[in-house]
């Protein structure tokens, strides 16, 4: 009997502008609007080069830390707050979202934004967060920051602007590389939104 050769595996991407970007994709929030702000950074490799064809998506809670059941994330009206967004990196790997600060979803927690990353040389997606910077007491309580290594957490915490955007890197490998977690489709929960992340453990990248 002939042996067969496997089928070669697949990848993530790249990604070429087809279908998955859409029109305010990456709009949560109307730019220039009460409480809106800029969620920003830069993509890169292993080798700290920048990549040109990554795509983010962000889950949030609402301001007041609600977290939204509307739809309309694929047709943006202007009015409807739904807590999904996309975006494409450009040439030089940097992305942007205008959206707003997400509330905590529970009292003494830390509010943070929920991100996935899909990137060439990737085997699946990458789920990470990235915090708010400015409520010490809950971060340094929060059960999975406080589970990570002091040198790591850093890679999870975005920093504040002076316009007020936010400005979070991801490094997908190497110095630096921000800590991605493994998904456990648990999703929401009964106490409110927990980013579909099981909270508790670390995952390492393949081949970026």
Known sequence: MSKLTPTPGQTVGPFFGYALPFDKDNELAVPGS??????HGTVTDGAGEP??????EIWQPAADGSVAAETGSLVRDGYTFTGWGRASTDPT??????TVNPGASRPGTAPFIAVVVFARGLTNRLF???YLPEDAAALAAD??????PADRRGTLIATREDGG?????VRLQGEGETVFLE??????DA???????????EARTEGA
């Open 51 to 56: 990549i040109p064809d990554a795509i983010l």
């Open 165 to 169: 955007g936010l400005h979070w890197d």
């Open 34 to 39: 009460a409480g809106s702000i800029r969620l």
């Open 93 to 98: 790997g940097k992305y942007t979202f205008t």
């Open 183 to 188: 998904f456990d489709g648990g999703g929401l």
């Open 143 to 148: 059960p999975l920051l406080s589970s990570l």
């Open 128 to 130: 990470t967060r990235a």
């Open 191 to 201: 106490g409110g939104f927990d980013g579909g992340f099981d909270g508790g453990r």
